[in-house]
């Protein structure tokens, strides 16, 4: 079950439901399915973007999923298989890796969608 700490929030995902817990407020809040895009593999790791607004999910089975951490919604699936993803401290961009190529995407689309 992967794992990843914000600032103050812990995301995890888990039986294909994306969880975040607030711990300043206590709040749990589950996210849009990983099965509502059409998957139904799992994430082997997530991330949290510098700012708490965005969320993303990877692994070499399922492409790159993008949450925003708001609403909840999945607003992007990237055609993208990765065994590492981070995002930039200006949370400006998303990088993915996998064995031999490393793809970056501009995440500032969906940043002012908020």
């Known amino acids: 079950m992967p794992l990843q700490w914000g600032n103050h929030k812990l995301i995890m995902i888990a039986a294909h439901k994306v969880t975040m817990f607030d711990a300043n407020t206590g709040e749990i809040t589950t996210l849009e399915s990983v099965r509502a895009s059409g998957y139904e593999d799992w994430f082997s790791l ?5 700012d708490e607004t965005l969320i993303a999910g990877a692994s070499v089975f399922t492409p ?10 999945l607003v992007t699936v990237n055609n993208w298989y990765g065994y590492d993803i981070a995002f930039s401290a200006d949370s400006q961009w998303l990088a993915a890796g996998n064995t031999d190529l490393v793809t970056i995407w501009d995440m500032s ?3 002012a969608e908020e």
Not at 46 to 50: A, E
Not at 64 to 73: A, F, P, Q
């Open 64 to 73: 790159i999923h993008i949450w925003n951490i708001k609403t909840g919604e």
């Open 109 to 111: 689309k969906y940043l």
């Open 46 to 50: 997530i991330r949290i973007n510098p």
